[in-house]
């Protein structure tokens, strides 16, 4: 346990190492969906009724921004050979980095979606929604970024791929994501977003290390 620990000291203070790489990522999901006003127009019912999908997809792309340095780094200075061989296992050390990728670039966003629903329109009980369904979202989103970087981190320029490859596996948290604020069966839709992020952040580590392993082989 005093491993894991360390290891996810070492991820944050890595990660929180640039700190202006958390503020741009703020600063990238609110000025996202701060330009679909003006593309919409100023109907505020029409953009209150579109705003979850807004912040869902705006949360997305966000959260991509963070994915090339998810392994890349400790690829090219040889840190992840190290993980391989250390006493913690690679899929603890994986979980490591998938909490602290989590903590840096989901956890931002949630403090940052006050500003993005004022500018959105939404009124308070959506706000709230969108503020559950994005924690229970989030985690998903990042585990599947796991396991995409895991994939593409011996490709050079892996970060341009890795997205398309996670695109598809996060259509389903993004429907259940807004399903979660809109739908009138809003509990059972963040339901399945809770259960949807579970298994992905309870299987992540395992598929990225296997995906790691067979890369460095």
Known sequence: MSAFLAMLQRELRLALRGGGDVLTLMLFFVIVGAIVPFAVGPDQ??????????????AFLAMLLGLERLFRPDHEDGSLILLRHAELPLSAAITA??????LVT??????????LALLLAMDLASFWRTLISLSLGTPALAAFGAIG?????????????????IAPLSVPVLIFGVGAITSP??????LFLAALSLMAVALAPFVAAFAIRSAED
């Open 45 to 58: 019912t029409l953009l209150a009724s579109i705003a979850p999908g807004i912040v869902w997809i705006a």
């Open 106 to 115: 989901a956890l931002p966003l949630l403090l940052a979606s006050p500003i």
């Open 185 to 190: 069966q809003s509990g059972a839709a963040a």
């Open 97 to 102: 980095k998938l909490i602290a990728h989590w």
């Open 149 to 165: 970087a895991a994939v593409t981190v011996p490709i050079r320029h892996g970060g341009l791929i890795a997205p398309i490859l």
